[in-house]
């Protein structure tokens, strides 16, 4: 994720954020004033944001003062200008009892605020790193501008007050939040790092005028929802305002692919990621650690495997023991010509390149423009999401909260980098719900009643799902370890380790199956369709394209000796091929599709083995079925193997 959440307590606002987060991660020397630190370290000075800045007498944008941030964030919970307000309250005769009480909102807190790290994704902060003055004003304001959208979101979708006994009642801030918003520029490592720490506080005032706090929990459940709304913001920001596109790449084989800028190095993204390749090296070391350690009678402690979620704790663990000490700040224009020498230097890329990067993002775009178009299918795009988020999650329970965040993800995956229509998202959320979830909630509180809060599963069953099936490889030299990085050369065996020593066995991962879930359910849904209609086939086609990762867009070598033969007709199931050559013919945009006769005939393959085999399962389902009625077994008995039919839930039927 690029959104990261932290609880701010009042105690850790003096220890931590007003020595050294709001001075760019440095050292604050003592007794020096924040603003002159803040020039001494060459960061721009905290900025107020949220709408819930009126209430406090505050404006967007104005200037954060070290008094406004102890009084709101380190006393617990205070009027930022609660010394102002003091003091005018006792020289109108008030008493000193009744002057604390005006400067409060509401009742003291210990946690006084969440701090949210907002950073683009690697190749934008290196195009920001790398490029002119104006690259990098832009890649700033599509940046804040992310953030602001964000923070809406949370404002209006997120955010709830809890009040009375239990914290029963809850009720949305409608005057919006607060938070001091803080620039930094470089990671612990050095290298460079666009961020920005957004405290926000917990305060809100409620309709009868009354201050409450924030419900910090639900902040941290949509956490993974607001990081895919602002990489999705971020990016299409950019590309349309330096004419640049996206593209997925896979960092980790297996897992999700990252939406990055086409066009920039991956090279480039090793050498920032030196903080990675360190965690990575000690998280090794700790699973070994994990699957061997015995307790005192010689058994296994842990699981002989090593879990997503074990996994997620000690890559945690690992990053806290590679942790290096921070470093002083440094103005930024220091920082950039020596991340540009340093690249140039060590990265392994041309300098021409570095130079030039916008340049090379630029051609990339076009390459990418050309041959994908982002058509955005609502219908489709519900089925891959569905399907993500039913695979993905234990037992195939999931909230809206999960399909919003899945939904956000896919839009970025197919638009590349384009904006979109505002609320999209929420309509394939909604086309998922109502089409391929099950509502399973059983509230015992009014909390279970709430719309993010009800309980989901899908209308399929996990045993419905094919399994991945990896197609058998060629047996791994046995003094070669596996790559660290895709497309780096297997690493020689180290000196003292037997074969396979290095090898730590892991659960397998979800996603890949995720996507073949996905695949199959949109191939049943569009067999079910009426496809032969010229619009709803090229939707289909250009859906599942832009979709597609960039290595399944590759056209396959052309055979020479069927290269003249047309492909054969399809059936009712196939892509109607006669709309797809009458579009391409007329010459619309389907030619940004890049249709050719090849992927065609392609397309059409594999439609009809996946109609096939779907024919062939309801063939086997109807015998089982047919001698399951001879031999009279009892109705709950039979278990065809079939995609479920829209119904009321079924318990275990339905994939708990």
């Not at 819930?52 to 008094?67: F, H, K, R, S």
């Not at 005192?296 to 842990?302: A, I, K, L, M, V």
């Not at 979830?437 to 509230?443: A, M, N, R």
């Not at 069953?461 to 030299?477: C, E, I, K, Q, T």
Request: proline content about 7%; aromatic content about 6%.
């Amino acid at each position: 994720m690029t959104v990261d959440i932290r609880i701010v307590r009042a105690g850790q606002m003096y220890r931590y954020y007003l020595r050294e987060t709001v001075v760019g991660d440095g050292r604050r020397p003592a007794r020096t004033p924040l603003r002159a630190a803040q020039e001494q370290a060459g960061v721009p000075v905290g900025r107020w944001t949220g709408r819930g800045l009126a209430a406090l007498g505050l404006a967007p944008g104005e200037e954060v003062t070290e008094a406004q941030l102890r009084n709101l964030f380190g006393e617990r919970g205070r009027h930022p200008d609660a010394d102002r307000i003091e003091a005018d309250r006792l020289a109108a005769g008030d008493s000193e009892k009744q002057a604390f009480k005006a400067g409060a909102l509401g009742r003291r807190v210990t946690v006084t605020g969440v701090d949210f790290v907002f950073r683009p994704q690697p190749t934008i902060y290196l195009l920001w790193a790398f490029g002119d003055e104006e690259t990098r004003r832009v890649i700033e304001a599509a940046h804040e501008y992310a953030i602001e959208r964000v923070l809406e979101w949370i404002e209006d979708e997120v955010a709830v007050i809890r009040y009375g006994k239990d914290g029963i009642y809850r009720v949305r801030p409608p005057g919006g939040l607060v938070a001091a918003r803080f620039r930094h520029y470089e990671a612990r490592s050095g290298r460079p790092l666009l961020h920005d720490h957004l405290l926000l506080s917990v305060k809100g005032q409620r309709l009868d005028g009354k201050w409450g706090s924030i419900h910090t929990t639900a902040l941290h459940e949509n956490t993974v929802a607001a990081s895919a709304l602002y990489n999705e913001l971020v990016a299409a920001e950019v590309c349309e305002a330096l004419g640049l596109a996206t593209e997925p790449r896979i960092v980790t084989p297996g897992r999700r692919p990252v939406m990055e800028i086409a066009g920039v190095p991956h090279e480039l993204i090793r050498w920032t990621s030196r903080r990675s390749d360190q965690i990575a090296a000690c998280l090794t070391e700790l699973e070994h650690e994990y699957v061997t350690a015995v307790d005192d009678d010689g058994e296994p402690r842990f699981l002989p495997v090593v879990s997503e979620r074990a996994r997620a704790k000690l890559n945690t663990i690992a990053a806290r023991k590679t942790r290096p000490p921070k470093q002083s700040a440094r103005p930024l224009a220091q920082l950039r010509a020596w991340w540009k020498a340093s690249a140039i230097l060590t990265s392994g890329v041309a300098a021409d390149v570095i130079t030039s990067l916008l340049e090379y993002a630029r051609a990339g775009a076009a390459a990418i423009r050309a041959r994908v178009a982002a058509v955005v299918d609502v219908a489709l795009a519900a089925v891959d999401v569905a399907a993500t988020v039913f695979v993905m999650n234990e037992g195939g329970r999931f909230h809206r909260r999960h399909l919003l965040a899945e939904a956000r993800r896919h839009l970025a995956l197919v638009l590349r980098g384009r904006r979109r229509d505002p609320g999209l998202d929420d309509q394939v959320v909604a086309a998922a719900i109502s089409t391929h979830c099950l509502d399973i909630s059983e509230p015992k509180t009014i909390r279970g009643l709430e719309a993010g809060y009800r309980l989901y599963t899908a209308r399929w069953a996990l045993s419905d799902l094919p399994a991945r099936r990896h197609p058998p490889g060629p047996a791994p030299h046995p003094d070669r370890q596996p790559p660290a990085d895709p497309g780096e050369p297997a690493a020689p065996r180290p000196r003292g380790q037997d074969a396979g020593e290095w090898e730590i066995p892991r659960v397998p991962l979800q996603y890949e199956r995720a996507v073949l879930a996905g695949a199959v359910l949109r191939e049943q849904m569009r067999a079910t369709t009426a496809t032969a209609v010229r619009g709803r086939a090229y939707d289909v086609v250009a859906h599942q394209q832009a979709a597609m990762p960039e290595q399944l867009l590759a056209p396959e070598p052309a055979d020479p000796e069927h290269d003249d033969q047309e492909p054969k007709a399809g059936r009712e199931e196939a892509i109607d091929l006669t709309a797809l050559r009458a579009l391409r013919d007329s010459r619309t945009d389907v030619e940004a599709l890049d249709l050719t006769a090849d992927r065609l005939r392609r397309l059409q393959e594999v439609a009809t083995t996946m109609a096939d085999d779907a024919r062939a399962d309801r063939v086997l389902a109807d015998r089982t079925a047919a001698q399951a009625d001879a031999d009279a077994v009892r109705p709950h008995d039979q278990q065809a193997h079939r995609p479920q039919q829209p119904g009321p839930h079924r318990g275990r039927e339905a994939g708990h």
